[in-house]
């Protein structure tokens, strides 16, 4: 089955697509890594729109405007804490695709980007990690036509080397 995924190596904040996704953390009050990356990109507005909305849980999504981004909105979605795989790591990541991708359907975005949740300082296994990820991406984009496209963009080359790995085999049992 040919899917709408796309693999990329790059920068999530210079996407022009409708929607990126934040690997933020509970507070939604900014972070470091991919976090810091969108925070400084879209300027201070994003932190005070971020402040109102209270946090959100992991593997829940809260969507923002994107104001000085190219996307028109951001989807913050705090991913789950590698503990060890035992603790629900790999349903609450799904979850953090499949509500960023549902919030992208309501607002009516047509494309979205995400970055590799979970795999920076929250240690999640990069091959667990892009199987999961790539296996939600697809089953809900099979389910919604709404959604033209998702670009998963990964910060370096070997991250990307795991998703291109996690969408050939998704592809082949597809
Ligand atoms: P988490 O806390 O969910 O692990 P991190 O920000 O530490 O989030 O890392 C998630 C992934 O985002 C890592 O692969 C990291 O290299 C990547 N990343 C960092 N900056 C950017 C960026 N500007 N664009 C895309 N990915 C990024």
């Not at 939604?28 to 879209?42: K, P, Q």
């Amino acid at each position: 089955m040919k899917t709408r995924i796309e693999i990329v190596q790059g920068d999530i904040t210079k996407q022009n697509v409708d929607a990126i996704a934040n690997a933020a953390n509970t507070t939604l009050l900014g972070g470091g890594g991919v976090d810091g990356a969108i925070h400084r990109a879209a300027g201070p507005e994003l932190l005070d729109e971020c402040r109102t909305l209270h946090g959100c849980r992991t593997g829940e999504a809260k969507l923002t405007k994107g104001y000085r981004l190219p996307a028109k909105y951001v989807l913050h979605t705090p991913g789950p804490v590698w503990h060890g795989g035992r603790n629900g790591e790999a349903e609450l990541l799904k979850s953090c695709y499949v509500n960023c991708l549902r919030l992208a359907s309501e607002h009516g975005c047509k494309t979205v980007a995400f970055p590799s949740i979970s795999t920076g300082v929250y240690h999640f296994p990069l091959d667990k990690a892009s199987a999961i990820a790539i296996g939600a991406i697809a089953e809900y984009l099979e389910a919604h036509p709404e959604i033209e496209l998702v670009r998963m963009v990964c910060f370096d080359a070997r991250t990307k080397e795991y998703y291109d790995e996690a969408l050939t085999d998704w592809e082949k049992n597809a």
